[in-house]
Every structure is written in C-alpha cells, then in structure tokens.
C-alpha cells in the first residue's frame, strides 16, 4: 500500500515562510496529478493547490494564490509547497494528495484522490 509522507510543518510566525515536502513511501508511484489540501479546526477540508505531474501545469486556491507556490521533483517523485506572508488564517493541518489517473486541474473537490497523506500541522502565531 503506496504512503504519501509529509514533511516540513511547524510553528512560525506571520509574515514567516515554511516549506512542506511530500513524497510517496515507493519508488515505483506514478501520478497524474498531485496536490495539497487543508483542514482547520471545526472546518471542512479545502483545495490549496495541485499541480500535473507532466507539464507541471498548476491552480491555486484564491486565498493562497501569490503568496503559495507548489512545484515538484520529478526524479524524487516529491511535491513541494513553498510558503510564503504566511498568515494566521492559514493555521491547518495540511494534507499532500495524489491522483493516478486524469482529474481536471479545476476540480476543488476533495473527493476522488487515490491517496492521501496522514497530514502536518503548521500554526501561525505570534
């Protein structure tokens, strides 16, 4: 059973930056897409970003659009999510995802990924 392990969440202030990392627990994980979502407490789960593992094409939340990039390493099969004017609103449990087969890039929904990682938690807070 393919893992997705998640990386690099923490406390930081805002106005501070953090980079999470995801990669799959095999070496053989192919994907057609992967991304990152997000939960607060009390709150549903929502989009953050993804990006296609080929063209490396992506979409953003609004909220995060200009602040967040998401990229990703092909030869180590690991997706990134690079942080940036971090915001207390942005306080979540993050979660790295992946889909195996095609899913248009503009579908926010939460449902259908083939995998999803345990999750990390980054807090921001002076």
């Known amino acids: 059973q393919v893992q997705l392990v998640e990386s690099g969440g923490g406390l930081v202030q805002p106005g501070g930056s953090l980079t999470l990392s995801c990669a799959p627990s095999?070496?053989?994980?192919?994907?057609?897409?992967m991304g990152w979502f997000r939960q607060a407490p009390g709150e549903e789960r929502t989009f953050v970003a993804a990006?296609?593992?080929?063209?490396?094409?992506?979409n953003y939340a609004r909220s995060v659009k200009g602040r967040f990039t998401i990229s990703r390493d092909n030869a180590r099969n690991t997706v990134f999510l690079q942080m940036n004017d971090l915001k207390p609103e942005d306080t979540a449990v993050y979660y790295c995802?992946?889909?195996?087969?095609?899913?248009?890039?503009?579908?926010?929904?939460?449902?259908?990924?083939?995998?999803w990682g345990q999750g990390t938690q980054v807090t921001v807070s002076s």
């Open positions: 995802v992946s889909e195996t087969g095609f899913r248009d890039l503009s579908d926010l929904s939460a449902m259908g990924y083939d995998y």
């Open positions: 095999t070496r053989t994980f192919r994907t057609y897409m």
């Open positions: 990006i296609t593992w080929s063209a490396g094409i992506t």
